[in-house]
């Protein structure tokens, strides 16, 4: 049996997460419980499961390591933590297509403060995926006025912008390990919620799915996408991403009945078709670079 090329491995690794990750909407819309206390325990078991992992990997250079993260992977893991919260608060409060859709801007987001923070240069291909998305979520937007889950719209849409303004932090510290930071950040979002939470209302099947959300989906999903780059580029990885925003929409239609909105149906359309555009041109140019450089 010949092994897995680079490519094929890292495609699998990425599709394998869009799948798990596409089932978080419905396990969340069956967690019988107040929004803060599921935040809690979501944010909880993220960080008893990639700790444990850690721990198992790492063994006795468990501590050093995330000590080593030091304050830079403290406020990154502060910076997640908000968008933990904002993410959930977002699909208790409006659709599972809308979530997605909005949230999975966040690449043209980071386009967007690349320019503006870093000064790096932007593709005209990509101002323009930025300007038909942020279209597309404005068509959204509208239609939530009418809907009555604008407030879920824009949590959604904060989640995006914080999970831009993170990605943007880690290249400035691209030279630190910020795994350790990533299970800090579960830690984190259970302290930021626990006045508003009441972790011991929950029931024990209700605590299980919070499991299955926050210590199986969620990591085990983030761990795959993590790993995935080291075999495919990361423009492929964005690309193959957009799936999640078609399986979680058509999981809610065929299980929750949860039909999008016309507006939401056609902004979504307009957001996913720009990032799929996008990121198709950049890797046909990434692409174009290695064959001319061979």
């Not at 325990?41 to 992992?53: H, N, P």
Request: hydrophobic share 60%; glycine share 10%.
């Amino acid at each position: 049996m010949r092994p897995l090329s680079d490519q094929t491995r890292g495609t699998l690794l990425v599709v394998a997460a869009v799948l798990v990750l596409s089932i978080q909407g419905l396990i969340i819309r069956w967690i019988c419980v107040d929004r803060w206390t599921l935040i809690f325990w979501r944010g909880f078991f993220m960080f008893l499961s990639l700790s444990i992992v850690l721990i198992i990997c790492w063994r006795g250079q468990t501590c050093s390591r995330f000590l080593a993260i030091g304050w830079t992977g403290v406020i990154a893991a502060a910076i997640l933590a908000v968008n933990n919260i904002l993410f959930l608060s977002a699909f208790t409060l409006t659709s599972i297509a809308n979530t997605l859709v909005i949230t999975d801007s966040a690449p043209l987001l980071v386009a967007l403060l690349s320019w503006l923070i870093l000064r790096e240069k932007v593709p005209g291909r990509t101002w323009i995926a930025i300007l038909v998305g942020m279209g597309g979520i404005v068509v959204i937007f509208h239609g939530s006025l009418t809907g009555g889950s604008l407030a879920g719209d824009l949590c959604a849409f904060g989640a995006a912008v914080i999970l831009a303004a993170y990605l943007i932090f880690l290249r400035h510290a691209k030279k630190i390990n910020m795994i350790p930071s990533l299970a800090l950040s579960g830690l984190l979002t259970t302290f930021f919620v626990l006045p508003m939470a009441n972790p011991l209302s929950i029931s024990f099947s209700d605590l299980g799915l919070c499991f299955l959300a926050g210590g199986g989906i969620l990591a085990f999903g983030m761990g795959l996408i993590t790993l995935a780059p080291r075999y495919i580029p990361a423009t492929e990885v964005s690309l193959i991403l957009l799936l999640e925003v078609v399986l979680g929409s058509t999981w809610a239609w065929i299980v929750l009945a949860e039909i999008p909105a016309a507006e939401s149906l056609l902004g979504g359309t307009v957001v996913v078709g720009a990032l799929a555009c996008n990121s198709l041109a950049g890797w046909k140019s990434c692409r174009a670079v290695k064959i001319s450089s061979n």
